[in-house]
């Protein structure tokens, strides 16, 4: 259906056959890359920023991607975005260097002054409406219709303490795009969490190369070996052991190795924690795991079956961290209530480009933009809770480094190892698909028809209901998609 237009839909460049095979032109080619241009960047929300940025009256900030700036701005009547162009003759009124040059992120506060073209001094108020046209006697009294010089809205939603845009003022809202995966996120209180730090870089790499890297976890045990060695039991017992699905679909995950005392696998436990600190900050957090090695000695009263302490014990952690830091004025729910009511994977995505990691109360988060066919800008961030009135400063951009740079933590460090040299491997002569399996890499086939559907001009309500199936969908099957 949706590679062909005989039934009212446009053709669909290299389409996908077979689920299972995604044809490898996809991540080159320059038709496909000008269908996404066309029919996927112009209807989709994508995350612009997060809301600490623009905490102020009259703070604004600046979003790039594939050729377009969006100035989004904290109002008297909340967030509102324009398009960032003088109505005049074009030029961006504030920032103007975009993503895909400078990598800079252009902000600032126009509470007072308003925004002015750098061009001819014409201005513009917080909401967007023109002050002051220089010369205006020059000009024609139909050149100066309020709607023709007043800037052009651009559709922007927020939810889970970030401003989303949309170009498209006909598609569904967020929350009917994403789906319940927003309500499961705001229930961890995604929204109270504050960046740390942003880390950003330009890959030589297609921007869904750069995504697939995190839609399964297969390639831990090569690409990230110190993770497989702290907890064999567990990725062995996902990708090994051809019941896995069903020890996990019953709630009883392999978390201990049966040939370690209970003490030996708890010491393991904690390795894990501390390589995912190190590796990546936002999966767990310092202060976690701080609350985790003090209660190393709280085995009193668990059960004989180390699987079944091991899980008795992780709820007593994340008792342990709600209550110690709400205690010091943190925003955490209540972990373990949250973990039964409203539950997340290790990674969710968010479609078409964003990425939260959880673990227990703190995340990191990963966005990607495209900047050519073979070329995209990664960023990462870390989030965690403060006590009110002890957030820090907002991160306004993030701090850019080449991608094998030794200054990126170890796990994206690992992983931006393969991404450029997998690019380079899908032009060697005889390699035709990605190979996927049906089972723990169905997210990468799932998103990939969403997108085609988006470029035969699928109804946006069916894609819609399509993106639901994406929340929990991590390390997932390929999925019957009603497109």
């Known amino acids: 259906m949706l590679k062909s237009a005989d039934s009212g839909l446009r053709a669909v460049p290299f389409p996908i056959d077979d689920p299972e095979r995604i044809p490898v032109q996809r991540y080159f080619s320059e038709e496909f890359y000008q269908a996404e241009l066309d029919h996927l960047w112009p209807h989709v929300w994508q995350m612009a920023c997060r809301l600490e940025q623009i905490s102020e009256l009259g703070d604004w900030i600046e979003y790039t991607n594939v050729g377009r700036s ?49 061009f001819h001094g014409w201005r513009w108020n917080m909401d967007g409406e023109n002050t002051l046209v220089y010369g205006k006697h020059l000009f024609s009294d139909r050149q100066l219709d309020p709607q023709d010089i007043n800037l052009v809205p651009c559709r922007v939603e927020t939810a889970i303490g970030c401003a989303w845009i949309n170009f498209d003022d006909d598609a569904p809202s967020l929350r009917d795009s994403i789906g319940p995966l927003l309500d499961r996120m705001e229930a961890h209180n995604v929204g109270k969490l504050r960046a740390e730090w942003c880390y950003g870089t330009v890959l030589p790499a297609n921007w869904k190369i750069a995504m697939e890297a995190f839609m399964e976890g297969y390639h831990v045990m090569q690409t990230h070996p110190q993770l497989q060695h702290a907890s064999p039991q567990m990725y062995d017992g996902r990708y090994r052991n051809p019941q896995a699905d069903m020890a996990l679909t019953a709630g009883a995950p392999k978390l201990c190795d049966p040939s370690l005392t209970f003490e030996q696998n708890l010491a393991a436990q904690i390795k894990s924690m501390e390589l995912l600190n190190e590796g990546m900050a936002g999966m767990i957090h310092a202060k976690e795991v701080e609350i985790a090695r003090s209660l190393v000695g709280a085995t009193e009263g668990l059960p004989e079956d180390q699987n079944q302490a091991m899980m008795m014990w992780l709820g007593m952690v994340m008792q342990q961290i709600t209550e110690r830091l709400q205690a010091r004025g943190e925003p955490v729910p209540d972990l373990c209530a949250v973990s039964q009511s409203d539950p997340v994977n290790a990674v969710e995505f968010l479609f078409p480009h964003y990425f939260l990691l959880p673990y227990f109360s703190s995340f990191s988060a990963y966005r990607i933009r495209p900047l050519g066919p073979e070329e995209c800008f990664f960023e990462i961030w870390s989030l965690t809770t403060f006590p009110e009135g002890e957030e820090p400063e907002p991160v306004m951009e993030p701090t850019v480094l080449p ?14 190892s393969n991404i450029p040299i997998q690019q380079r491997g899908l032009h060697t002569r005889g390699f035709e698909f990605m190979r996927l399996s049906k089972d723990v890499e169905g997210l990468i086939s799932n998103y990939q028809r969403i997108i085609d559907g988006y470029i035969a001009g699928v109804p946006q309500e069916k894609l819609a209901k399509a993106n639901h199936l994406l929340g929990g969908n991590f390390d997932g099957k390929v999925l019957e998609l009603d497109l």
């Open 70 to 118: 969006v100035l989004i701005v904290n109002t008297r009547d909340g967030i509102k975005a324009f398009h960032n162009a003088c109505r005049h003759r074009g030029v961006p009124i504030a920032g103007g260097t975009t993503v895909d040059s400078s990598h800079a992120t252009a902000h600032g506060n126009c509470s007072k002054a308003g925004f002015i073209c750098p």
């Open 403 to 416: 991608f094998d740079s030794p200054e990126f933590p170890p796990i994206p460090r690992q992983d931006y």
